[in-house]
């Protein structure tokens, strides 16, 4: 008998692992055609997303990066993920937890609510790869994690913003000041961090490692990967991705576009080099789709996040241990 499943596996496939036939332009639009499901058991990386962008300095709409991120990666689940030329899927229990819920009309519930999301998620064992939602969410996200796994965590963060501004306000949501009471709280260490692609100027770094994003132009993406290994080194570290990182050129459905960027390519190339970095949580943040073109600002994030399910499987592969 033929157990192969035609379209909605999303919503149709019993197991965790393994592939299905989609049509690209249809059916359910989990990520990468994963299950959709709220049972964590065996499962090794839950993808989620939270649909935030109160914490937005200009553009908004990065409430709706999600389910473009989902959309953009309909092609990623038909096809062996470029260069690897494997199926993660076949060793990687992922499943698609769908959405954070958040009350947007009483915004000061809001960061308790994603902790608890976390929370919930990272006591089951399982990694998070989570989508935003504009960068604030990264905040709640280290609160989370550092309570699983130790404080201070090392931080690979790829921005054209150091999001280090003055922010000493206990309630206040804003995406550029995260990173300053990460620091402040202990839940982050700069010393052992990187920040990577910035274009934007801050007079207190805060002691982060700065490799910014003419740096990368003029060394390249792999020099730019070996100096990221060697400062993290085997900490346990949290990578986020702001989107902006990218030029607008490959970028434009953002919140914050700055000129200068790096190329899709190049982040790419720095992305499928993580293999060594012992990532405990993961995000993909300020997509906003009613700013983008021909999606390929979601393209760019759906083929990031791709690429770090592929490292994942890989770092399994190699310990034969949950990534």
């Known amino acids: 008998m033929n157990s192969t499943i035609y379209g909605d596996s999303a919503i ?35 993808v989620s997303g939270i649909p935030l962008d109160l914490a937005t300095t200009f553009r908004p709409g990065a409430r709706l990066g999600p ?33 954070c819920w958040i ?28 989508f935003g939602g504009d960068h604030f969410v990264t905040y709640p996200l280290l609160k989370a994690h550092a309570e699983k796994y130790g404080k201070p965590l090392s931080l690979i963060h790829f921005d054209a913003h150091c999001d280090t501004w003055p922010d000493d306000k206990h309630d206040s949501m804003n995406h550029g000041t995260m990173f300053y009471k ?37 060394n390249g993406a792999q020099v730019t ?8 080194d085997k900490r346990p570290t949290y990578l986020t991705f702001d989107i902006d990182c990218l030029d607008p050129a490959f970028a434009p459905g953002t919140g914050t576009p700055v000129p200068g960027g790096l190329s899709s390519a190049q982040a790419l190339e720095i992305i499928r080099g993580m293999e060594p970095v012992n990532l405990v949580g993961m995000d993909v943040v300020e997509v906003s789709p009613p700013f983008d073109q ?13 690429d770090l399910l592929c490292v994942l499987r890989n770092q399994k592969l190699a310990t034969g241990k949950r990534p």
Do not use: C
Request: aromatic fraction near 8%; proline fraction near 5%.
């Open 12 to 46: 149709r496939r019993s197991s965790l692992y393994g592939a299905s036939i989609e049509n690209t332009f249809a059916g359910v639009l989990s990520f990468m055609r994963r299950n959709y499901s709220r049972d964590l058991t065996g499962v090794d990386v839950v």
């Open 182 to 218: 990460a620091v402040k709280e202990g839940l982050i260490d700069p010393a052992t961090s990187v920040q990577v692609g910035l274009r934007t100027w801050n007079d207190d770094f805060m002691g982060f490692n700065v490799i910014d994003a003419p740096w990368v132009h003029a």
């Open 103 to 130: 009350d947007v009309h009483n915004p000061l519930t809001i960061p308790a609510a994603i902790v608890e999301h976390a929370r919930t998620i990272l006591a089951s064992g399982a990694k998070m790869l989570t």
């Open 294 to 306: 021909s999606e390929i600002t979601a393209l760019a994030a759906a083929h990031i996040a791709a």
């Open 225 to 232: 990967l070996q100096k990221i290994l060697s400062i993290v």
């Open 67 to 99: 389910g473009g991120i989902r959309a953009a990666s309909v092609q990623l689940s038909n096809l062996l993920p470029y260069p690897w030329g494997f199926d993660p899927f076949q060793n990687l229990a992922v499943i698609d937890y769908g959405d």
